[in-house]
């Protein structure tokens, strides 16, 4: 059963830092890429970073680049969203999703999402 | 403001065929074929439902289908079912940023 598990949400101040994982199940992890997508509460769908199955390439949203770092870890089959310098309006449930190829910019598989609040 | 353009809402009756448009530019919709669909349902995460424009995954309902003219594509769903309420996104890859783009969704409702 292909599973993708999001953990280390919580709440934590501006201008703090968290790591997300993502541990997944089901699939040869190593051959995918994968994706980090947001969803601010009420609000629509945000692409936040993707990474290439060899962990070699990583891209960005704009609203993210120089304060997020998006890696991961194939012996361990998890995928990791570094978060730096945190905002108010980086708040929002995060998902992890699976690229359907090596990089066809669609996701077939998604997390049930982590809670990431930031408040002071 | 999102990158592409999708109507807010749109609304049909059961068994009705309902149309979301998804309108973007040269260098995304128009430039590529890495256009998705997703439906989301509340409190869940989003579901694929077209790929590459026009592709069904596996386990999809054919009523979803999907078609590009220009820098506008569009989801077209046929014989409304009251399951089929939901938010709807599109996403496309951008050359401009090389990265991914969603629409700002469009709600559903079956009437």
């Known amino acids: 059963q292909v599973q993708l598990v999001e953990s280390g949400g919580g709440v934590v101040q501006p201008g703090g830092s968290l790591r997300l994982s993502c541990a997944v199940s089901?699939?040869?992890?190593?051959?995918?890429?994968m994706h980090w997508v947001r969803q601010a509460p009420g609000k629509g769908l945000q692409w936040v970073a993707f990474?290439?199955?060899?962990?070699?390439?990583?891209y960005y949203a704009d609203s993210v680049k120089g304060r997020f770092s998006i890696s991961r870890d194939n012996s361990k089959d998890t995928l990791y969203l570094q978060m730096n310098s945190l905002r108010a309006d980086d708040t929002a449930v995060y998902y992890c999703a699976k690229d359907r190829g090596g990089t066809t910019w669609s996701s077939d598989i998604w997390g049930q999402g982590t809670m990431v609040a930031v408040s002071s | 403001q999102s990158a592409l353009t999708q109507p807010a809402s749109v609304s049909g009756s059961p068994g009705q065929s309902i149309t979301i448009s998804c309108t973007g530019t040269?260098?995304?919709?128009?430039?590529?074929?890495?256009v998705s669909w997703y439906q989301q349902h509340p409190g869940k995460a989003p579901k694929l439902m077209i790929f590459e424009v026009t592709n069904r995954p596996s386990g999809v309902s054919d009523r979803f289908s999907g078609s590009r003219s220009g820098n506008t594509a569009s989801l077209t769903i046929s014989g409304l079912q009251a399951e089929d309420e939901a938010d709807y996104y599109c996403?496309?890859?951008?050359?401009?940023?090389?990265?991914?783009?969603f629409g700002g969704g469009t709600k559903l409702t079956v009437l």
């Open positions: 040269s260098s995304d919709v128009g430039g590529y074929n890495f």
């Open positions: 089901g699939f040869t992890f190593s051959s995918y890429g």
């Open positions: 996403s496309s890859f951008t050359s401009i940023t090389v990265s991914l783009v």
């Open positions: 990474i290439r199955s060899h962990g070699g390439d990583k």
